[in-house]
């Protein structure tokens, strides 16, 4: 099971492009990665997926390098709305026991 | 609004007491996982059933179940509860398997307050 680890906690001001990486050395071949944002006292909600090089949609874009060992969250131009927790996951397409493992994401705190 | 409700929204009861929280997943949706999250664990995978059947198991206590029912609907049962157990429950569905490619869409949440 490919184990992620991202930073605790991320400061940025309205306006800035905020960019969270996570590191997920022992990614296996078939294994995807993927992002959720979290509200307070709500429950997380879906972001972005991707296999590698580079996904974007109407929210962020994700950047996968080559060796996909790591994976960057890109949100454009951020506001007050976008403080959150965020959490990379990393699994793959076979069924079966997969485990979900949230952790304790990254706390993004935008400031005006 | 993600589709998937949960009841009841918030929950107080007292120590070696048994509750049980309700999920309802996505119309569709087969599987439905159960979370717990509290301010020193973070978001911790319980149990996961797909299709009225356990499909993973996370780091549930033995004092907890869980169970999904014909109508896809699920029920998370905590017994003997201890002060620690207070915590948010999410419940979240997905369509398919459980495939770590699928798309989860949480409930709003169950707070239990254990006093």
């Known amino acids: 099971l490919a184990k992620t680890t991202q930073p605790i906690s991320m400061d940025s001001y309205e306006g800035q492009e905020v960019n969270i990486t996570c590191s997920h050395n022992n990614i296996a071949t078939n294994d995807y990665i993927t992002w959720y944002q979290q509200f307070p006292s709500q429950g997380p909600r879906f972001i972005i997926q991707?296999?590698?090089t580079k996904v974007t949609n109407e929210v962020a874009s994700l950047f996968i390098p080559a060796d996909r060992k790591s994976s960057t969250l890109s949100l454009p131009r951020v506001s007050l709305s976008d403080t959150a927790v965020y959490y990379c996951l990393v699994g793959n397409a076979s069924g079966g026991s997969y485990i979900p493992t949230f952790g304790r994401g990254t706390s993004l705190i935008v400031h005006p | 609004d993600s589709g998937v409700t949960q009841t009841p929204k918030h929950l107080i009861t007292a120590t070696g007491q048994r509750v049980t929280l309700r999920c309802s997943p996505r119309?569709?949706?087969?599987?439905v996982y159960w979370y717990q999250q509290s301010l020193d664990q973070g978001l911790q995978f319980l149990i996961q059933y797909y299709n009225g059947e356990e499909r993973a198991k996370g780091n549930i206590l033995e004092r907890f179940s869980a169970q999904q029912f014909p109508d896809l609907h699920s029920e998370l049962n905590l017994s003997s509860l201890e002060l620690g157990d207070s915590a948010l429950y999410f419940c979240?569905?997905?369509?398919?398997?459980?495939?770590?490619?699928?798309?989860?869409?949480f409930g709003p949440g169950t707070r239990l307050t254990v006093l």
């Open positions: 979240a569905s997905s369509a398919e398997g459980g495939a770590g490619t699928d798309t989860q869409y």
């Open positions: 991707g296999y590698k």
């Open positions: 119309s569709g949706d087969l599987s």
